[in-house]
């Protein structure tokens, strides 16, 4: 079975501009999740989808963070304009249902963002 | 405060030593909990969840202690492949917080 796939794996880009991320969850798997982890801390919940619709984005800097899941499989983040403080490893997640009961979350690579 | 606390670390044992953490939660509403396993420069994988009464995966047990808001995880005879970063993750309501993870190396 195919994992979560995301692209690209490493980015850099300067303070200011901008940048997407791509998402493509576990073939099935109707819940996915955006994740910040900067250096030396945990994942940090962004944006839950639940199909295409949003359940959770209270930690989503909204003024310069999008997210959109529009048909309800793949997904795209996107900052703009990125700060120095953007800097981190952006991870997509996938789960059948909710993750947190007995539903397990599966993780992508991650992309890797310096901004410069 | 956190909503969820780990020891960072690092913890330097040699191979075939006993080591054991815990972690910290603040919700005491709290449903379920886990640990993930991080390798450097790695995603996270789920390496078990931990039950009330405690459970075994091997070599790995993990406990929670509701009354104190705790969970530990305990590895027997540790493995170089062992080295990694241990999260601990805690599910309200189907909202997952991690912990900043604890931080294993196993020695030869």
């Known amino acids: 079975e195919a994992g979560v796939a995301q692209s690209p794996r490493y980015k850099i880009i300067e303070k200011r501009q901008s940048v997407a991320f791509w998402c493509n969850p576990i073939s099935g798997h109707a819940t996915l999740y955006w994740y910040q982890q900067i250096l030396g801390q945990g994942p940090k919940l962004l944006i839950q989808f639940q199909n295409n619709g949003v359940v959770d984005d209270s930690q989503l800097p909204k003024d310069r963070f999008s997210a959109e899941r529009l048909k309800g499989v793949d997904s795209t983040l996107k900052i703009q304009p990125a700060k120095l403080e953007d800097s981190a490893v952006y991870l997509c997640?996938?789960?059948?249902?909710?993750?947190?009961?007995?539903?397990?979350?599966?993780f992508g690579p991650g992309t890797r963002l310096l901004v410069l | 405060r956190k909503e969820v606390e780990q020891d960072p670390g690092p913890f330097n044992v040699p191979e075939g030593a006993t080591v054991a953490f815990n972690c910290t939660y603040s919700?005491?509403?709290?449903?379920?909990f886990f640990w993930y396993r991080q390798d450097c420069r790695k995603e996270p994988k789920l390496l078990m969840s931990?039950?009330?009464s405690g459970n075994e995966d091997g070599r790995f047990t993990a406990q929670l202690n509701r009354a104190s808001q705790y969970i530990s995880l305990l590895i027997r005879d540790s493995k170089l492949s062992d080295s990694a970063t241990y999260l601990c993750v805690v599910n309200a309501d189907y909202k997952l917080s991690f912990g900043a993870g604890t931080t294993v190396t196993v020695r030869a």
């Open positions: 919700n005491s509403a709290s449903q379920s």
């Open positions: 931990v039950y009330s």
């Open positions: 997640a996938s789960s059948f249902g909710l993750a947190g009961g007995e539903e397990t979350q599966y």
